[in-house]
């Protein structure tokens, strides 16, 4: 199983004035961070997109090719990239460069979208959320497979034989969906034949995912696709520390008000610590604390899913610098050291 990291980079909001930390100094600190994980032996970094205020980084391209250089072995993933409101040329020539500096490590991972602001942003509509991600996977997916492209749909100017270059290493991206927990976006993963991650986040109880896990396995079987190329992932929030109760106590205030902001546009109720101890709890998908209860929760969650791919997502909420760089170290030395021997056993 891969073991991996993901950040959004996200901005420290001061809760009295509401002011916003600079977004060059939160870049600079993710490269250290990122260039640290590489160090410490973590398998995968991957980095979000987003258009809002309190988060730096709308483009992960440009992150994970500054990245590239930095770092020697990490593999290198958007986490997501918001294909319905992106142009598949681009992205695609974006990645392939990003995989040409690393010497093939990059990927791509495709999302809808969780949120919104990408598509008034570049001139989508939302109401054709859904067809524009179907048209736009097919035209990315039929790009990693062909250099020279005929195409025509309802959302992009036509393209008669057109190449698009550069082409990755091997001349082939590995493309994986991310889905929230729609069966459409399951089923879909499993017909095509494309690994799959699963965002389980915010102490939701780690079993609620289970039918969903078995539903793409089915799927994918069912369309006849190489079971040895099979893979699954998930992704949730997590901080690592020393102890265990001081580092939930520092990152429960930060992770509450980053919750409440997201949820103020959703008509969530206000996230309460009986729901973040909950979800610190061997049933629940967030993990903060110790080394220890990180390593058993991740064995569970394996255990539980079949997943070949688990992916902690470290800096929602803006924890600072200094936390993020020591549960990095926690996260390479201690956890996943300990997590790859239970599984070689």
């Keep these: 199983m891969e073991l991996g990291i993901s950040m959004f980079g996200d901005l420290h909001v001061d809760p009295a004035t509401g002011k916003i930390e600079p977004a060059q100094q939160r870049l600079k600190e993710l490269m250290e961070e990122i260039k640290l994980a590489d160090e410490v032996g973590i398998d995968l970094l991957g980095i979000g997109e987003h ?32 294909l319905s409101s992106s142009d598949p040329v681009k992205l695609y020539q974006n990645f392939a460069m990003v995989d040409l500096l690393s010497g093939g490590r990059a990927e791509l991972m495709a999302g809808r979208g969780s949120f919104t602001e990408s598509f008034p942003l570049f001139g989508y509509n939302l109401q054709d959320y859904g067809a524009l991600f179907e048209e736009k996977l097919n035209l990315l997916l039929e790009i990693n497979q062909e250099e020279t492209i005929n195409w025509q749909g309802r959302f992009r100017a036509s393209l008669k034989d057109q190449q698009v270059l550069p082409r990755a290493v091997n001349n082939k991206l590995t493309v994986w969906i991310a889905a929230g927990g729609t069966p459409e976006s399951v089923v879909r993963a499993g017909r095509l034949g494309l690994p799959l991650v699963f965002a389980i986040v915010a102490g939701t109880p780690l079993e609620r995912f289970k039918p969903l896990y078995d539903l793409y396995k089915e799927t994918y079987k069912e369309f006849g696709h190489n079971m040895s190329k099979f893979q699954v992932g998930m992704f949730s929030h997590g901080l690592f520390g020393q102890d265990a109760k001081v580092t939930a106590d520092y990152y429960y205030p930060l992770y509450a008000a980053q919750m409440d902001r997201i949820g103020r546009t959703r008509g969530w109720f206000p996230f309460q610590r009986e729901q973040y101890d909950f979800g610190r709890s061997k049933a629940g998908a967030l993990f903060v ?11 569970y969650a394996q255990e539980l899913y ?7 997502h470290l800096d929602v909420g803006a924890p600072d610098h200094h936390h993020l760089m020591k549960a990095i170290e926690i996260y390479g030395t201690k956890i996943a050291p300990k997590v790859r021997e239970a599984l070689n056993k």
């Design 51 to 82: 258009h809002r205020p309190e988060y730096a980084v709308p483009s992960p391209e440009i992150i994970l090719a500054a990245a590239a250089v930095i770092t020697k072995r990490i593999k290198l993933s958007s986490s997501v990239t918001v």
């Design 289 to 299: 604390g110790d080394a220890e209860a990180a390593i058993d929760k991740i064995l």
């Design 306 to 312: 079949g997943i070949t791919r688990f992916s902690a």
